[in-house]
């Protein structure tokens, strides 16, 4: 399974930003699929995830209630809303997949990643 993610940019302080993942040739529906960062000169971190079914999201202390994950089933992603940005959000957002996988937050748990998008918020 190859994976893209897709949507990042340059964004202010405060605006919004949406990151896309998507999977080349098929439907991410059967698979937990979740977003991890990683900022310049830090160690790789969990941000967001979606079960498999859908029914299920987790989400870091330092996103919840400012980021958003969900799935669109007609365009075959899965996305990640980010609000509020802060200069901290700066980093390479990646997608990672675990067919029928439990969600969990190691990055350990999911055999299929993608390229990251570089995501800056300037202050």
């Known amino acids: 399974v190859q994976l893209q993610a897709f949507g990042g940019g340059l964004v202010q302080a405060g605006g919004s930003l949406r990151v896309s993942c998507a999977a080349s040739?098929?439907?991410?529906?059967?698979?937990?699929v979740v977003w991890f960062r990683q900022a310049p000169g830090k160690e790789r971190e969990f941000v967001a995830g979606i079960s498999w079914s859908g029914g299920n999201t987790a989400y870091a202390d330092s996103v919840k209630g400012r980021f958003t994950i969900s799935r669109d089933n007609a365009k075959k992603t899965v996305n990640l809303q980010m609000n509020s940005l802060k200069a901290d959000d700066t980093a390479v957002y990646s997608c990672?997949?675990?067919?029928?996988?439990?969600?969990?937050?190691?990055?350990?748990?999911?055999?299929?990643w993608g390229p990251g998008t570089l995501v800056t918020v300037s202050s």
């Open positions: 990672a997949a675990e067919y029928l996988g439990a969600l969990r937050r190691g990055p350990i748990e999911y055999l299929y």
């Open positions: 040739g098929r439907t991410l529906s059967s698979y937990t």
